[in-house]
């Protein structure tokens, strides 16, 4: 059971961490420079308008509210004073936090959004050798997880900037009101500050925690489900539910957790500009009895207490974010900096007739998954990267294909034989340039594959494997693949992969949808549609990769047969595994270990070869047992 969603490390804020977020930061703000202008400038009038708010009422208080108490009138002049002071910097408040909200939330998902394009973009450039060494799990954690944890702090950040120009001018506001009552302020305010930072230290592994649990709970329900038919047919149900909810009671506790934090620090937080209050209070009405100060001025600099203390937590918020979000960004940084994208040339392939494929003293070595050292854990504190994936960086490579000299002739079937992992199916992906040789060359129609333009090869040559991935879609999206195909081209592809029959069956025939992953169809049939699909496309040089296994032996006969009909000629490349398909082939491949063995007709290589011999015999009594037991089904 794999851990595909690793959720992304949060490690403690630390002076240089702070250095690499305010970049990160910066980086974002050029990118969207007028969006972010108007979240900051949204963010300076809200707090324009909330400490005007406080300036108001003190004003109010004193110019209409103490009159009116004192003389024990009201005029309706006070009264509408009163109101339209009010509403103005209701109005301005109200403004700068829409433009403040919306203007921050379309600055982070447009770089969520930015980021996603660049890194998906990424993926499809960077060759198949590149994904060879980056788990699954990994890439969606990049393309998801790492972005989002990347961006999520210009949520906060304007608001944060917003507090700053908050407190410059109540602080300025407080001094000139009365220098006494400031102090208070001078010392709540850091202290709230410094209260909600430890809060967001105990806070932030708490969270993190909980958030890996998610997606590991997440994880665990879509492996139940992916393998549901195999849990019900190995009786695993008790176990896989055991497992469910042992992640699943991790969560609960996990949640809990920050639950009861947030149960302690939070009223203590919420009780600082409290006492604050408390103490203008009392330092303010004695102030007032001395005749220092006016009522209307206690009032003023009690209220801008009230409505600061809520705000000054939006800077514990960016500075809780900063080392998630340097994370992040490294993370999905060092896929966008990646390199080994294939060279490409401007050689133009034929699109004419049968392909020949040749293969000179070609050897190919799969990578190492070197990439599943932690990225950023170099700013991880040393504690905290135990937990993370941090698998050994080796400079061994495993040798898939030594030296191997082939020659795919024209108009032919050519078969790959040989035993698990000799390397055939990295000897198909080599001819296809799905991946480069490390030494050698590969040609198509004597052309280094090297050499040609982007974008022939697949227009040249089609692979079909034996995994096959289907749409949720109708059959002849999912044979034409967007291509603008007549029907008739649709169901003559679909009548050389044999496919024809049962599509015609199906309601709707051609606008059948097939499910999920093609859930409708069995898996014979599958295969036959994601041949019909690389049929129809007419290759020149189609290369089979197991890919008629779960067909019946007399279709993949019939199919093959076919194939090698097709009037506008096409050179075949089957790595065979049935007697039959090898005896179809015009030109056998034997490979060992990654190196051919022998090469020539079915006849001369059972003649002089053992180890094709030994295979080929293994193959044919399978067959011959799986005959055997079919025809005893039939006779019961
Ligand atoms: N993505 C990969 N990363 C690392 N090694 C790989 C990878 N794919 C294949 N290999 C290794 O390369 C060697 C050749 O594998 P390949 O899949 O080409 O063999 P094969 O002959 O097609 O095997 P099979 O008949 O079982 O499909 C094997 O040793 C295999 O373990």
Request: aromatic share 0%; net charge negative; proline share 20%.
């Given at each position: 059971m794999t851990s595909a969603t690793r959720p992304v490390e949060r490690p403690r804020p630390t002076p240089a961490i702070l250095r690499q977020g305010l970049s990160v930061i910066w980086t974002g703000i050029k990118q969207q420079k007028g969006v972010f202008a108007i979240a900051v400038l949204g963010s300076a009038l809200w707090a324009l308008a909330t400490v005007g708010t406080a300036w108001a009422i003190g004003h109010v208080t004193a110019t209409q509210i103490t009159p009116a108490v004192t003389s024990g009138e009201v005029t309706s002049g006070a009264l509408w004073t009163i109101f339209l002071v009010l509403v103005g910097v209701l109005v301005g408040n109200v403004i700068g936090v829409v433009l403040r909200r919306v203007a921050a939330t379309v600055a982070g998902f447009n770089l969520q959004a930015a980021y996603r394009k660049r890194v998906t973009r990424q993926y499809l450039r960077l060759p198949l050798s590149w994904h060879h060494s980056h788990p699954s799990g990994q890439l969606l954690s990049n393309a998801h997880a790492d972005i989002e944890a990347a961006w999520q702090v210009f949520n906060p950040l304007p608001m944060a900037i917003g507090v700053i120009v908050m407190l410059v001018i109540g602080g300025a506001q407080m001094v000139s009101v009365d220098p006494f009552l400031a102090l208070i302020g001078f010392l709540v305010f850091p202290g709230l500050f410094a209260a909600n930072l430890v809060f967001q230290r105990f806070m932030s592994p708490r969270i993190t925690r909980a958030q890996q649990l998610r997606a590991e709970v997440a994880e665990v329900a879509h492996e139940s489900f992916e393998a549901g038919m195999l849990v019900k047919a190995m009786g695993r149900e008790a176990e896989e539910t055991q497992r469910f909810r042992g992640v699943t009671h991790e969560l609960r506790d996990s949640l809990i957790d920050v639950g009861r934090t947030r149960g302690v620090f939070e009223p203590v937080i919420e009780a600082i500009p409290v006492l604050g209050t408390l103490a203008v209070l009392a330092v303010g009405t004695s102030r007032v009895a001395s005749g220092d100060l006016v009522a209307a001025d206690v009032v003023e600099v009690a209220y801008l207490f009230s409505i600061l203390a809520f705000p000054v937590r939006a800077l514990g918020w960016v500075l809780a974010e900063i080392p998630r979000s340097v994370v992040g960004y490294r993370r999905v940084d060092s896929v966008l900096q990646a390199q080994g994208s294939m060279e490409y040339g401007e050689g133009q392939l034929s699109r004419e007739g049968a392909a020949r494929a040749r293969a000179d003293h070609v050897s190919y070595a799969y990578a190492e998954p070197t990439e599943r050292a932690v990225l950023g854990a170099d700013i991880l504190p040393a504690e905290d990267t135990g937990a993370l994936d941090t698998a050994p960086v080796g400079p061994q490579r495993a040798m898939a294909i030594r030296e191997v000299t082939l020659d795919v002739p024209a108009g032919r079937t050519t078969a790959l034989v040989g035993p698990t992992g000799a390397g055939k199916s990295t000897l198909a992906n080599l001819v296809l340039r799905l991946v480069d040789p490390d030494t050698g060359t590969v040609c198509l129609d004597d052309i280094d594959l090297r050499t040609v333009r982007k974008g022939e090869i697949p227009d040249v040559g089609t692979l079909v494997a034996q995994q096959t991935f289907m749409f949720d879609d109708p059959v002849r999206d999912n044979v034409t693949l967007g291509l603008d195909l007549s029907d008739e081209v649709v169901w003559d592809a679909l009548r050389t992969a044999r496919a024809d029959g049962f599509v015609s069956g199906m309601?709707?025939?051609?606008?059948a949808v097939i499910g999920e992953r093609g859930g409708n169809l069995s898996g014979g049939q599958r295969q036959r549609i994601a041949l019909a699909r690389a049929i129809v496309r007419r290759p020149r040089l189609l290369v089979l990769d197991d890919a008629t296994s779960a067909v019946d032996p007399a279709i993949e006969q019939a199919i093959l047969g076919g194939l090698r009909e097709t009037k506008d000629g096409m050179t075949v490349l089957v790595i065979a595994y049935r007697m039959a398909t090898i005896q179809l082939a015009d030109h056998i491949v034997y490979l060992e270990q990654g190196s051919v063995v022998d090469q020539g007709s079915h006849d001369e290589l059972l003649a002089r070869c053992t180890g094709y011999g030994d295979l080929v015999n293994a193959y044919a009594r399978e067959a011959a047992d799986r005959a055997a037991v079919a025809a005893d089904e039939e006779v019961q």
């Open positions: 309601p709707g025939a051609l606008d």
